[in-house]
Nanobody
Framework: VQLQASGGGSVQAGGSLRLSCTASGRILNEYAMGWFRQAPGKERELVAAISRTGRNVRYVDSVKGRFTISKSKITVYLEMNNLKPEDTAVYYC????????????????????WGPGTLVTVSS
């Protein structure tokens, strides 16, 4: 599946952004989805993931209570609130075609398709 992310930008600390990732040619009900980020000099980390049905989600501890992942038929969203300078990174969406409705992938190796990144910059 081809993915295209959008919604990145520059905000001040405490601000909000919503990232969107849209699939072309496929609907997402066969896919678990994830949002990753990579800051300069750091490894890519899985920020949030959602099962194919959307009923199960997982977040990295640093964003719990601030970020929300959700998905529709062809789009997955990452709502980011109370942004902090340490959230600055390139954000990537990814898809994993899974057979289990409730399964949430745990690492980058499990994801089959990746979109190009979108830059989020949070200034203090």
């Amino acid at each position: 599946v081809q993915l295209q992310a959008s919604g990145g930008g520059s905000v001040q600390a405490g601000g909000s952004l919503r990232l969107s990732c849209t699939a072309s040619g496929r609907i997402l009900n066969e896919y678990a989805m994830g949002w990753f980020r990579q800051a300069p000099g750091k490894e890519r980390e899985l920020v949030a993931a959602i099962s194919r049905t959307g009923r199960n989600v997982r977040y990295v501890d640093s964003v719990k209570g601030r970020f929300t992942i959700s998905k529709s038929k062809i789009t997955v969203y990452l709502e980011m609130n109370n942004l902090k300078p340490e959230d600055t990174a390139v954000y990537y969406c990814a898809a994993d075609q899974v057979g289990n409705n409730g399964y949430i992938p745990r690492n980058a190796a499990e994801f089959d398709s990746w979109g190009p990144g979108t830059l989020v910059t949070v200034s203090s």
